[in-house]
């Protein structure tokens, strides 16, 4: 069954006002809640991330090598090289990048904690400040604050949220990590895929920068689309604005080599 949220999510992008009272009806709310976790979708922004820097890195390899006139093997060696060292070392970055951003929201939590049960009046006055901000104003305030601290979780989730602006992620580093790798190594293997096939075809071997091009470009309109499945931007501005960034890198890649190998004389 179609969630709440995406249901809502379709109305929006449709501009679908019947669709979207259908979303926020009262039944509708009560059955599913506010389930914002999307978790079929959670890691998709992580295999985008991983995919674009994977086919750009891999074919600014390719272009490069091939700028110096490199052979294919050559070629080759770089950039599995690359596509290996490289994926696995982003995945790295992002696993201890999400295991230290959770670290502290938790180091945070627990202080919050701590103040409430510890310096309770001067966190009651915190609360105060935050909904005196929003517009809060005489016995509305003093009743939002007394219904805020009376609940000890829903006051840490109020300064967690309000006071210190951190949201709490169920994600799950190893998961961020392994679909930033997995979108690395599948979408980045494709400008090899020639130098690969031109061992077993003439085809390729006659045109493997060429091939490798186009099919690095075909990768790249793949990214744009999934893209735009999680940025909800115009297919095609997605598409676009994915194509011509991996463009600029493999165009400065390729003339990188090709100078240098004018430069060093071989």
Known sequence: MKSRIAKARKAYSQQDVSLSKEAHSTKA????????????????????YGAIDGTITTFAVVAGATGASLSSGIVLILGFANLFADGFSMACGNFLSERTNQDY????RKREEWEV???PKGEIAEVREIYRRKGFKGNDLETAVKVITSDKKIWVDTMMTDELGLLESNKSPWMTASMTFFGFLLIGLI???AYVL??????????????????????LISIGAIKRYVTKKNLWKSITETAFIGGIAAVIAYYVGYFLRLLVGF
């Not at 599913?32 to 978790?39: C, K, P, R």
């Open 29 to 48: 709310i009560h059955k599913h809640g506010e389930d914002h976790s999307d978790d079929h979708g959670k890691y998709l922004g992580e295999f985008v």
């Open 198 to 219: 031109s061992y077993y075809f003439s085809m390729f071997k006659e045109n493997t920068f060429v091939i490798a091009v186009l099919l690095t470009f075909i990768g």
């Open 117 to 119: 049960d510890n310096v």
């Open 191 to 193: 400008p090899l895929l």
């Open 105 to 108: 929201i938790r180091k945070e």
